[in-house]
Structures are given as structure tokens and as C-alpha cells.
């Protein structure tokens, strides 16, 4: 196995994006991507797209090869790659799979989605179709349904409050607010959110991630040639991905993400290191409860003591383990198939050092990306490391 | 680079084929791989399911999670490839290339389509999703109305008659009527065809390929581990892909297939081989034309020859250069993505000497798969070789 490097990220602002279509946002990602890596058009071996809706909301298919038109990176090979909610990461490991075989040298990846131009009532119906089809979804239920069964179960059984979960959304939109991406720019206190709309009990608004457009974007190459292309090039030295059981009341411990401790496992395994070697993280929290628990289940904190760790600031930009600098799915915002492209971006301007007023404090050498598919039945994790530290 | 090497294959009947859903068929003909390969569920290592309209038509995403539930291969990866028809070969790309990395072992690759349950102007709409969204989808072209300007072009630049294209449709018809997987089942003649309904002219119904449903599916491994497995083991010596211009209009020549010339080139460069080499050919013939055109393109014939070879019984089944042995997309059928796999499934029978009634005279080494995305944008080819010969 060849190692690979990212060589260069992109990304749009995230947000309610009017007068761009999808096409529109996987090209802007994609060309700042390239234009970050230095590399020319004719360099792109291959492109893969991380989309879950083109089909169903942008009545668009083989929308790979319409961004290899778009953007003029003739005959790059390209296809789109969907898995849910992390169609982004598993792009992302696709990518790194056609370098990693040494079949592709240069490598796109990009994942988008463009969500505003639908309806939320439509939206959350097709969000839904990754649900089982015929045990959970002709039972009516959602995905901000299954979010509220798990975070009732987690507070129940490890002492935790609704106001942990405040917290955590505080934090997110803190840094969010530093995010010239992110889709949403407003500091929210803790009354606040737990004032806000109950959305399903007790799950309400500021405990869950908006609608959002945008995409991101990042460039792969053999870990050896990377230099040639740029400074500071980052390394994927773990990659791991597994599934779990889909209907959650069918699970061994619904309040377990067992899809995420195993993927977490794999990548660790593959890197050679252990949970204490990570300086920050990018977890998927399209509800802010899952924040703690993926943060727990890949081994950052103790099962049931995420939220102790929130308490006392440990995962804010100035902590010992910035989690979600970038704001998270709370406040960068969801556009589902950018989501896991766009944590990795973040975490490669972390590691560089170019993050701006969300820098975090700490000199980070290793960064984690969690990407949550289904209701967390395939999850997608990706450990980095700064090839210059 | 690891080798790869196929130690299973296995598919549905195709057809009409009604009370089985999406996950149904997909199951079936990933059981019936695993079976031919003899491995266990615990086995499988990672899964890619290739499948274009889950999203718009079965109204269900990330079905490569539900197939893993389904058939019990936890905590495999799992991913969908959508590439528009050539789906199903990109599945099969990407799952080479994660066995070649060495990230992965064992690997199911899967294509699948339930296309019956829609009506016929709902699927010619969703089909025509993957034009050029404001160049060509916006003023009504869809694929049947490219195709039939693509076989004008070609039938007066080099002096082919619709009786030739009749004579492809009547030699798929007869090798379908011997493949008990075909949907159509019915021997046609070359005047049936020519009094057949025009859809678009040139273009009769019986030059195009009908709606059907089914799944296919291979199991890879590395080669050096495939006789563990089985016997009989075939590995994929070639693998290319290649994008072109989205909009045919656009394109340098009409009448030219570049993606498929390119992607072509690249396989025969990684198996190391030329046309000469190849012994027998699945070509995509979702329009009977793309199989005149696809054989040429590929190497097999010169350009605007390849019409000799069909008058001459050259593609028969008992011809020098078989082509479409299965009954191709003509008669077999057409579940979009699963026929990029069905295509490999059938050149390993082929291979083995597996074919029944359908089995080609000569002795096979050699096999290309020919697998066409968008309208001839995105092709993919793979090369196989029997091991033990």
C-alpha cells in the first residue's frame, strides 16, 4: 500500500446558498481545492463525488461526470460514491484507496449538496429513506426522532443534563461564529437553547443541525510525491469504516455506536497509534448528543464522561481536545454530502496552522474526522498527521 | 499493486420480475456469489453496491448499509458507486482497487436495479437525468432520441444499413433465447425488427434494449489468495476508465466513443496486452447501434468495420470474436446498475466453460468488459483472464 497525502483543500461558505445549483458548488470547492494543491487540470487522474440527494432533490445523476465537464478535467475517471450522511468521508476513503492501489496519482475528492431548494417537509422525508425501509420508516419514524430516543437514553444512564447538551451547542456555535464557512454566525447561550422549539422530546432546535448548501473539496497524491506540489502536506495514516445493525431497537445497546468504535479501531490499527495520540477532532454532530457519544465511542473520553469534559472546557478551541473547531454540523452547517469532505478540510487548515480565529491553541500534530451514516449503522473515520511535525 | 482475482459470481434472473424489491435482488445475487466462492459472511471485508435510481424510483439511500444488514456481513464497509448505466462497472473498479491496496481482502461487489415497479415515462425522465442538466436534459433530449442520432451519423458516414443493426438485435435475441438468466426470451428476425415500432428515427423498439430488474454480483480477492477459494479463479488484469465531453453535440466526433477509446487503452496498457488478445466481449448494447460502435472503439474492429464482422457471423457465439454471448443488454436485460457486474459475471462463465447452451466454441483465455455511463461519457472496461490456462 502506497501512503497518501492531502495536498490541498477548498471549500464554499455553507449556507442558504440562492443562485447556485449543485453543479455550481462542487465546482467552486473543486477549483480551490486544485488551486491550494497547485495542480493543473490535465493532473487529475480521478474524481469522487460525495453525494446522497442528487437523484431524489436535484433530479441530477452521474454527477461526477458532469464535474469533470464542468471543470475541464478530461478523461478523469469519476464516480459519485453515496453512503447517507457520510457519503463525504466515504469519498474521501475511495480516494484514498485509488492512490493507496497506486492505480491514480492525482486525485479529486469533493462532496456537496445542494438541500435549500427543497422543501423541509421533502427533505426530511428522503433523509429518512436511509432508514429501514420496512421496520422503521413505514413506522413514521426520522431521523430527529431516532436523535432524541438516544440522547433520552444517554442522560438517563450517565447523569447527564439537557444543559450538557446546551453546552455543547454553545461551544459549536462559539466557533462557528470564527468561521468565515459556516452557515451559521450567532452566539446562543445556554437559556437560549434550552428555550428553544421542541422538536421531539427532548431533542429541540438548538440541539440539531440546520439545512444547508455548500461542498468541499480536497487533492490526494502519493505521500512521496507530495512535496512536490506544496509545503506542509498532510497524511492519511488511518482509515476505517463499519457497519452496524439498521434498526436501532434492534441493537445489541442503543446507546452505543458500535459502527464508530469498530471503524475508530480500524483506523487506529492502521496508524499504529492509540486515542491519546489525537490533538483534535471533527466529529459528525448533526445532533449535538451525538457529539458525546462519538467522541466517547472513538475513544477520546471514557464511555459517560464526554459531557464532564465539555464542563470543563476541555474540547473548546483553548482545551486539551478542541472537538469541532470549526463549529460542527451545528454551526458550519449540513449540506449532507460535503459534511465529511468539509471535516477533513478543517482539520488539514488545524494542522497547517491556518485556521484563522478558530486556530486552535494547541500545536496539533494528529486530527480525527468521524462521519456518521444512517442513524450511526456506517461510519467513516480518518486520522491525519502533518507530514512537517 | 496487488492482483485481484474473481472467486465468485452470481445474479438474478433478470426481468419482470414482481414481489421482489431493490434489497431482494441484491441479496439474492450476493448469497448466490458468496456460494460460488465459498466464503462466509464473517468474511466479506468491505461491500460496493452499484445502482443508479435507489434514490429517485425505490425511494431508499444508502442501501449498500441495508444490504450488509440484510444478508448478516458485519461490521463490513459499505459503499454505493452510482455512475449513471456504468454503475455497476464502477462498483467493480473500486472494489478492485481496495483489494489491490491491500487495505481489503475479501470484497462483494454488487450491482442492482428495480426499475418494473415505475412507469416507463417516469424512468425515461429519470434515465435522462444524467444529460447535461441546462444544455441538453431542458430541451427534452433523452437517451433513446441520442441514440438514434448516433446511429444516423454512423450509418452514412460508413455505409452501414439498418439491416445490420436488425442483424445485431437478431444474433443477441438468439444467444438470449440459450441464457436462462435473460429477460427476453423470444427469437426475433431481421424483418420483425425492421417493421418493429420507430421511437425515434432511425431508432426501432427492437434496436433498444428493454426495462428489466435484476442484481449481479462478483466476490475479488487477491489473486495469490484465490485458489484458498476455489478453482478456477479469474483476475482482472486490466481496469480503465475514462470521462469525455457531457454534451454530444459538443464532442470532437459524434460518431467516436473517445471515453471508450481511452478507457481502453488504459486496460490494455495495465494487462499488457492489445485487442488481438481478447477471445470474447460483453458490450454495452443498451441501443444496438452502441455495440457496433463499442466493439470498434474498444480495438476489436476498425472503425466503421465492424458491421463485416456481423454480417460475417464473427460475434456469434460459435464466431472468431464472440460478442455478447449473455444476449447482451438486448435480451438479458438492462437493470441499470446491475449490469456492469452481470457483464464480468458472464465472461466468467464464459471463461470457466460455464455457459451452457450458450457457451462460446473457442477456447477462451481473454475477456473485456465494456460498461458505457451517461451517453458514452464515462466508460468503464475491465480485462479478465483465466488463471489456470
Known sequence: MRDVAIIGVGMTKFGRLEGKDLMDLLAEASLNAMKDAN????????????????????????????????????????????????????????????VASGVYDL???????????????????????MTH???????????????????????????????????VAVKNHKNGMKNPYAHIHREITIEGAMQSVMISDPLRLYYTCPIS?????????????????????????????????????????????????????????????????????EVHDAFEILELVESEDVGLFEKGKAHLAVEKGVTEIDGEMPINPSGGLKARGHPVGATGVAQIVELVWQLRGEAGERQIK???????ACNFGGFGNNTVIHILEAMWK
Open 39 to 98: 495542480v493543473e487540470n490535465k493532473e487529475i487522474d480521478a474524481v469522487y463525488v460525495g453525494n446522497m440527494l442528487s437523484a431524489a432533490i436535484n433530479h441530477q445523476t452521474a454527477i461526477a461526470s458532469s464535474l469533470v465537464d464542468r471543470i475541464s478535467i478530461f478523461p478523469a475517471a469519476a464516480d459519485k460514491v453515496e453512503n447517507g450522511p457520510a457519503s463525504g468521508g466515504s469519498a474521501v476513503k475511495n480516494g484514498f484507496l485509488a
Open 213 to 281: 448548501d455548500g461542498a468541499a473539496a480536497v487533492i490526494l497524491c502519493p505521500a512521496d510525491k507530495a512535496e512536490e506540489y506544496r509545503d506542509k502536506p498532510v497524511k492519511i495514516i488511518g482509515v476505517g469504516q463499519a457497519t452496524d445493525v439498521q434498526c436501532v431497537h434492534e441493537r445489541e445497546d442503543p446507546a452505543v455506536l458500535k459502527s464508530c468504535r469498530i471503524a475508530a479501531e480500524k483506523a487506529y490499527k492502521m496508524a499504529g497509534i492509540t486515542p491519546k495520540d489525537i490533538d483534535v477532532a
Open 133 to 167: 425501509p420496512t421496520a422503521e420508516y413505514v413506522h413514521g419514524i426520522t431521523l430527529p426522532a431516532l436523535a432524541a430516543m438516544l440522547m433520552r437514553i444517554y442522560m438517563q444512564r450517565y447523569g447527564v443534563t439537557e444543559r450538557h447538551i446546551a453546552m
Open 107 to 129: 486525485v479529486l475528492v469533493v462532496g456537496g449538496e445542494k438541500m435549500t431548494s427543497a422543501d423541509t417537509d421533502v427533505l426530511t422525508d428522503y433523509i429518512a429513506t
Open 362 to 368: 494547541k500545536d496539533a500534530k494528529r486530527a480525527l
